[in-house]
């Protein structure tokens, strides 16, 4: 079943991808299947072990089954000084 959901891109994934932000449609059974759909298509050099992924504002896990309308963000590492 297809789900529209909302991409959130940070720091470097954002510059990777152009967009702060896409809404697309997914199949993915959860949200590292989501991530790698993302990945294929932007070419993201992050490993999903590397990231933190949120939905709808709250840390979640990459086996969360992604819902029809919810905000997916994708948080890699930054590096502070």
């Known amino acids: 079943m297809m789900a529209d959901v909302t ?5 470097s994934l954002r510059e990777r991808a152009g967009v702060d932000s896409e809404t697309v449609s997914t199949a993915a059974a959860d949200l590292a299947g989501v991530y790698d759909e993302a ?3 932007h070419g993201f050099s ?7 992924v949120a939905m709808d504002g709250e840390f979640a896990r990459w086996d969360d089954v992604p819902k029809a309308g919810s905000e997916i ?3 890699p590492p930054v590096s502070g000084g």
């Open 39 to 41: 990945q294929a298509r």
């Open 7 to 11: 991409l959130l891109y940070f720091a």
């Open 46 to 52: 992050w490993p999903r072990g590397h990231l933190r």
């Open 73 to 75: 963000a994708f948080i």
